[in-house]
């Protein structure tokens, strides 16, 4: 029995019936101590073990008592249950909503408590393993009452409802009665997540004071002021770090301070450093109580103030009676001044200090003796009239502002708090940001305030209607501008403070004490609410509009709102994929030019990136310097790694990489750099001025990245960030950059922010996200690729490899990957399911998912049978083998009886394993796998195996371990053999992902694939081995493979297939006539065309029929599609090239070797393909005069005498293009340019270029009806199979872009499908075996962190200081370059002036 809080029947009477029969336990209600339940727990166990004895004559009885005893003992006596565990430090997540309307209050608060539950959803992803709220209703005697609920999540439970349910159960909604609810979720990073640790965070338990209420409002404000009996309880709400705290010149660590509170104000309730700032707090918070007052003069106010242990610090009750006396003195002068004069006047407190003076000094020693190590007339002490004036100071401004800056001033570590506190509970709230975020949205039309950590969260306002009459919420304004949703982000980088009243109205009073009322209010929600904002860096300079900082929430097709909720958030996710994937291609269209985000970004990039290219081409960068750096964390960093290979590819010159954003954290944002070991990177080896830098964050809020975005704004302004919407973190500090410098143009044109428009994902298996940022990526490697083609000078400089022709192959193959992805998935660009039956492919994909799940599921199953076996036959005395013996006529008595008891014991023995069989049998799967846990081997490229493996192992973090997994991933081009084949057994499951070797260029690479498969394949034991399925678009099945799922094509052929299809064309017409002539039609076994239901009858469901023709030109069509194996298709192209060597080598034949021409000079170069070697012989000789240049004439003349197939104009655009200078002649150096970036040496003739008025490449998707159509109509005046195979060449690397661009995608989304429905079949399986009660979500993870907005592994602890010193030394630099300018502005014009004088003297 477990004894907690709470009403019996809370989770409904089924599942309280459920916890009684099945899990043998209870929630017993109101145990308020450790006695009554021990009382309780010690109660069941003993009657438990009577109720054996007592029982008599019946044995089953008697038996069913005993095991009741049994356990009761183990349980309630033993304890064998686990304890929590204490001793934990946290870091977390805020949030909060504070409710203007009492409409938010009626309904029991139902309208409230779903947006407080939607911001809880989304604070989740920043860690959710416990969490709290609290929040304040007013008491009979008219003061505030704290109720903080919290709750410690569960592996498998939803903290968001299990919040709900706990302050569903502890307040009581009246309508208007809640002012607001303030809340936390956590995640632990250094110990266990207990209930001691979890937020809201108080010290000091509520406590009766005697309290001045400075909120009531007073006629005259004289004799009416009077303390009252109030109870006092603050709360704070923390997420970050809280380190060190400086007082009188001395900076205490936590440790220190902990423990001195515990002197101060009673045993640490938890430890944990957000509790400490809850204690400073207490002590901070005095306004309008004389003995709270005193005691914080003595604890921190004081020059003798010390933040040391002190055993013998007197009680609060001491202070107290010392605050009587003032409270003498104030009511004695307010019968001759108004309270306002004494409070806004210095000489008049000053008079009151001394009035207090000299009451005490009359007073016995005894008062103050106390004291006496803080109040001293020493040198360096403090006087009694110092303690006086600091108590009244502290009584009439720590209010809860002042409390705050005060803390903030005097501490180190990052802060993103809420304090609140029952004395300001009806009118306000403060909130702090210095090194952790915090966003607060206004809503004025809905009477309403939503504050959080999590930017996104606080948009939840949006999704839910007003509940009550939407006309005039507020009754102030009915203008769109002023009702306008808006959202303010406090400057977490420089330190800010708010304070947000609601009373001013009410109270007719200002909302802070006096040392603040010099800061301007800014009247907000239509005049509901006063916003106060304290800037912590006098550095900066904030716009005193405060409406020109905001964001607005409504009206901006930019903010995109919180999705709605889905039953299957994973599903949900991969079906939006092809929709997401098709809005980013329109928006990349030229004729979305001015509307597009994505476009003005890549315009803004196109600028950065041609300075960097002008300043190659006039040879000034650095040597160390990096053109292109990429940065991000886990799936966002794979992406831009393969990102980066392509672009270094496309222009070799360029310098390009991609880099963890923790390693530049630790190089760049710590005082002692974190060493990148293993790694070549460090700050000598970058030189990253003016470099483009590239941020790919999914979320925008991800810790390291979000600090590289504020860290790297030092070294260079080309920052740039692909992220999922335009409204996050990092999308907000790039923003702030052109504002930060002065910029005064639009900064809608230097926007930096590329955007897949997918929003927030609460899902922690990436999908759609993963898509979504490779297809950005994808039509930013297009764009880039183009804006350097359309100028020769940067073609040039950055030995451009990609061509035109390979934008266009790229592009169409981009478009026509949407129906590619709508057929893996089986669903429309809609998103709407396929009409009927789904696709095939999808069928095959789910099919093997469903196989694979039964694999994980056998042992929970065999586990269930096992279990009623065993309960059946020992409750009914029948085993089986006894049971058959019994009903045959067999006799106990029989010699036979112990044989038979040896057959049932080892059948009770070995029943998991006979049970395992049974199922395998029934389900039709192999009888040799390991009776083990699963490990599933994912083969791939690495972006698809690492991504892969990431999105399989979160969809089964949840999982019960009976069906658990282990995941492993690996390149199987590469170390897959080496890593993970001696972990071979049988039953491992291994997923492969092959490239389409039917491309020329990825054969081999096919191949490579196929031969690791087959070596992991073949490892065997009894038999058995691994089972492998691979995916891919080549429809030949591997022999040692269990599956091959094969991807319909969906694109137009490359010209190496269109060449096999004529091939096979040709001998079919071959073989067709010389049957006529043989009377034999028999064709080869590799030639028959592939029937899966012939060659594979067993696997007839799973396996794909061949591939879709709908792609090829209908006007050559083979009878019969052979499937050709990887070693297969690189043997035919090995053909092709051959035949074209036979055929040159035949022609060369018939020429003179020995006579020394210009002819035989380019053929020899050619065909040894070294022209580093044989570049000055070949220049040599085209230099027909021989002066050391190769004028236009010359290489028109060597041109023609070659048979080139290109034209005059066409030759003289090539020369041109080399000719950098103008000058009319090559030299040695431009020769050797023309030979690496021309199409020369091929002798292919290219197509005429796409380029609009500007001269800038238009990218436009291919239209021939298969790629290298075009190129093979303008070179049909040359030999066919040699231009075909130059043509084939020529095509490898847009080949290459296709495998790692587009089919690389293709088969990561066909490995979510797959990997989906093996986990949707597990989730489904436990949650109907245990009607619900074991049922949990695949969409989320233990750890609960979808975005890891605390520091890891980097330590946060410096970067906040490295991003301050790096801020002002880039405002220091920026001033100095001004007035440079300006002084050499002035020096010009005053020299211009001096010169005009002396001519008009002369």
């Known amino acids: 029995m477990t004894g907690r809080s709470g009403h019996l029947l809370d989770d409904g009477i089924a599942s309280f019936l459920i916890r009684i029969t099945f899990l043998r336990q209870c929630n017993l209600p109101a145990l308020t101590n450790d006695l009554s339940g021990d009382v309780i727990r010690h109660a069941g166990w003993v009657a438990s073990v009577m109720l054996v004895f007592c029982l008599r004559g019946n044995k089953t009885a008697r038996l069913a008592a005993a095991l009741v005893a049994l356990e009761a003992i183990s349980t309630d ?14 870091y977390c997540g805020n949030f909060g909503i504070i409710l203007l309307h009492k409409a938010w209050s009626s309904n029991g608060g139902t309208s409230a408590l779903d947006i407080l539950e939607k ?3 989304v604070t989740m992803m920043r860690g959710a393993q416990s969490g709290g709220v609290v929040t304040f209703q007013p008491t009979a005697s008219g003061s505030m009452k704290g109720i903080r609920s919290r709750v410690v999540n569960k592996k498998r439970t939803d903290l968001s409802k299990e919040v709900r349910k706990k302050i569903v159960r502890d307040v009581t909604m009246r309508k208007g009665s809640i002012p607001f609810f303030s809340g936390h979720t956590r995640f632990a990073t250094s110990s266990k997540a207990t209930f001691e640790g979890t937020h809201p965070q108080q010290w000091s338990p509520p406590s009766i004071r005697r309290v001045y209420n400075f909120n009531v409002p007073h ?5 009416a002021f009077v303390p009252g009996l109030v109870q006092v309880e603050n709360y704070i709400t923390h997420n970050g770090d809280f380190d060190f705290y400086s007082l009188n010149g001395t900076t205490y660590d936590l440790e220190v301070i902990q423990r001195f509170l515990s002197f101060i104000l009673g045993q640490m309730p938890a430890p944990v450093d957000s509790c400490a700032v809850a204690g400073i707090v207490d002590l901070l918070r005095t306004q309008g109580c004389f003995g709270l007052s005193a005691r914080y003069a003595v604890c921190l106010g004081l020059p003798t103030s010390k933040m040391q242990p002190n055993p013998e610090f007197p009680s609060y009750a001491h202070f107290e009676e010392i605050g009587l006396l003032f409270e003498e003195v104030l009511e004695e002068m307010l019968k001759t001044a108004e309270l306002d004069t004494i409070c806004e006047q210095s000489e008049i407190r000053h008079s009151f200090a001394l009035r207090v003076l000299s009451k005490l000094e009359k007073r016995s020693d005894a008062l103050l003796n106390s004291l006496s190590q803080y109040i001293t007339d020493d040198e360096g002490g403090a006087s009694l009239l110092s303690f006086c004036v600091k108590t009244i100071y502290a009584f009439f401004d720590n209010d809860l502002f002042f409390a705050t800056k005060t803390f903030l001033r005097n501490a180190k570590g990052s802060f993103g708090l809420c304090i609140t506190s029952s004395l300001d509970a009806d009118r306000q709230i403060v909130l702090a940001a210095r090194g952790q975020t915090m966003s607060i949205a206004f809503y004025p039309n809905k009477g309403l305030i939503c504050y959080g950590s999590e930017q996104a969260a606080v948009k939840a306002g949006m999704n839910f209607n007003f509940p009550g009459d939407n006309a005039d919420v507020l009754g102030r304004s009915q203008g769109d501008i002023d009702n306008d949703a808006l959202r303010l982000d406090l400057d977490d980088l420089n330190g800010e403070v708010i304070v947000l009243d609601w009373g001013r109205a009410k109270y007719k009073n200002p909302p802070v004490s006096c040392p603040n009322r010099c800061l301007v209010p800014h009247e907000l929600m239509n005049g509901a609410l006063d916003a106060i904002i304290f800037h912590e860096s006098k550095a900066t300079t904030n716009d005193p509009q405060l409406y020109h ?20 958030l994973v599903l949900s996710d991969i079906q939006d994929i092809p929709k997401v994937c098709r809005s980013i291609q329109d928006e990349w269209k030229v004729d979305q030019a001015a509307l597009s985000l994505n476009r003005l970004t890549a315009y803004n990039l196109s600028r950065c990136l041609r300075e960097r290219l002008e300043a190659h081409v006039d040879g000034t960068v650095h040597p160390r310097s990096i053109d292109i750096m990429l940065t991000g964390c886990e799936v966002s960093l794979w992406l831009a790694e393969q990102f980066a290979s392509d672009l270094q590819k496309s222009f070799p010159n360029l310098r390009i990489k991609a880099v963890s954003s923790n390693k530049l954290l630790g190089l760049y944002g710590q005082e002692i750099a974190v060493p990148s070991l293993g790694f070549p990177d460090a700050p000598k080896t970058h030189h990253l001025h003016d470099t483009i830098i590239i941020i790919v964050s999914h979320s925008g809020g991800t810790f390291a990245p979000l600090s590289c975005s504020n860290l790297l704004q030092s070294t260079t302004r080309n920052l740039f960030v692909v992220t999922s919407e335009w409204d996050t973190q990092i999308g907000k500090q790039l923003r702030a950059m052109d504002a ?13 922010i590329f955007t897949t428009d997918v929003g927030m994902r609460p899902a922690e298996p990436c999908s759609v996200s993963v898509a979504a940022t490779h297809q950005l990526l994808t039509n930013l490697f297009e764009y880039i690729s183009a804006f350097i083609l359309s100028d020769s000078r940067f073609r040039r400089s950055t030995a451009a490899v990609i061509s035109e022709q390979d934008l266009q192959v790229l592009e169409k193959c981009n478009r026509d990957n949407i129906d590619a992805l709508c057929e893996i998935i089986g669903v429309t660009e809609s998103c709407k399911p396929f009409l009927g039956d789904t696709s095939k492919t999808t069928a095959q994909l789910r099919a093997a998912g469903n196989l694979w799940a039964q694999h994980i599921l056998e042992n929970a199953k065999a586990y269930i049978m096992t279990f009623c076996y065993i309960f059946g036959t ?5 085993p089986l083998v006894y049971g058959i013996a019994t009903a045959a006529g067999f006799r106990s008595s029989s010699d036979w009886l112990y044989l038979i008891r040896l057959f049932d014991a080892a059948i009770y023995f070995w029943m998991p394993q006979i049970n395992i069989l049974i199922l395998r049998l029934l389900q039709r799967r192999n009888l040799r796998h390991r009776m083990v846990g699963r490990t599933v081997v994912i083969g791939d490229i690495p972006w698809v195996a690492q991504s892969a493996e990431a999105f399989l192992s979160k969809i089964f973090a949840c999982s019960y371990s009976i069906a658990g997994l282990n995941v492993l ?10 890593r993970h084949t001696h972990r071979v057994v049988r039953g491992s499951l291994v997923i492969c992902g092959r490239p389409d070797g039917r491309l020329s260029a990825l054969s081999t690479a096919e191949a490579a694939v196929c031969l690791s498969v087959n070596q992991a394949s073949s490892i065997q034991s009894w038999g058995g081995t691994c089972e492998s399925i691979t995916i891919g678009h080549n429809p030949f099945q591997l022999a040692l493979t269990h599956n091959g799922i094969f991807l319909k094509r969906k694109r137009p052929l490359f010209l190496c297939e269109r060449m096999l299809v004529e091939t096979d064309v040709r001998e079919e017409k071959e073989a067709a006539e010389s049957s006529k002539h043989s009377g034999s039609d028999s064709l080869d076994r590799t030639d028959r065309p592939f029937n899966p239901r012939t060659m594979f009858p067993k696997r007839r469901r799973i396996i794909d029929s061949f591939d879709s023709f709908n792609h090829l030109d209908s006007s050559i069509k083979p009878r019969v599609h052979r499937r050709r194996s990887a070693a297969a298709l690189i043997g035919a192209y090995m053909n092709f090239e051959e035949a074209s060597d036979r055929k040159r080598a035949s022609t060369e034949l018939q020429q003179d070797v020995d006579l020394l021409t210009v002819e035989n000079v380019v053929h020899e170069a050619i065909e040894e393909k070294k022209w580093s070697d044989h570049a000055r012989k070949l220049f040599t000789a085209l230099d027909l005069d021989g002066n050391g240049f190769l004028s236009f004439e010359e290489f028109m003349e060597s041109s023609y005498r070659l048979n080139s197939i290109l034209s005059h104009g066409e030759l003289r655009a090539v020369f041109n293009l080399v000719d950098g200078d103008g000058s009319g002649h090559l030299d040695y150096d431009e020769f050797l340019e023309m030979l690496e970036i021309s199409d020369l040496q091929m002798g292919i003739k290219l197509p005429p270029s796409n380029r609009n008025e500007k001269g800038l490449i238009q990218i436009e998707p291919s239209r021939e009806k298969y790629f290298g159509e075009t190129l093979r109509k303008f070179n049909t005046g040359k030999s066919k199979n040699d231009v075909d195979f130059m043509l084939v060449r020529s095509q490898h690397f847009s080949e290459e872009l296709y495998e790692t661009r587009i089919a690389s995608l293709q088969r990561f989304v066909a490995m979510t499908v797959v990997f989906h429905q093996m986990g949707k079949r597990v989730q489904e399986f436990f949650s109907c075996i245990s009607f619900g009660m074991l049922g949990y979500r695949m969409d989320r993870t233990h750890s609960i962190m979808r975005i890891a907005t605390t520091a890891s592994p980097i330590s946060g602890a410096d970067v906040r200081q490295r991003m301050r010193h790096l801020q002002l030394l880039k405002k220091v630099q920026r001033s100095v370059h001004i007035i440079a300018t300006a002084y050499l502005s002035y020096k010009k014009r005053k020299g211009k002036r001096l010169s005009d004088l002396e001519r008009k003297n002369y």
């Open 119 to 121: 911001m809880v959803q």
């Open 740 to 752: 930060l410098d002065g910029e005064e143009e639009d900064h809608l044109f230097h926007s930096r």
């Open 874 to 878: 020992v409750i009914s005395g029948y």
């Open 549 to 568: 900082r905001m964001t607005r929430l409504t009206r901006n097709r930019f903010i995109k709102p919180l999705r709605p909720e889905a039953t299957d």
């Open 77 to 90: 006596l033993l304890r064998l249950v686990p304890s929590p565990s204490h001793n934990n430090i946290l």
């Open 219 to 223: 006629s005259g404000r004289r004799a």
């Open 969 to 978: 991933s690996g390149n199987p081009a590469d170390h897959f053999v080496h």
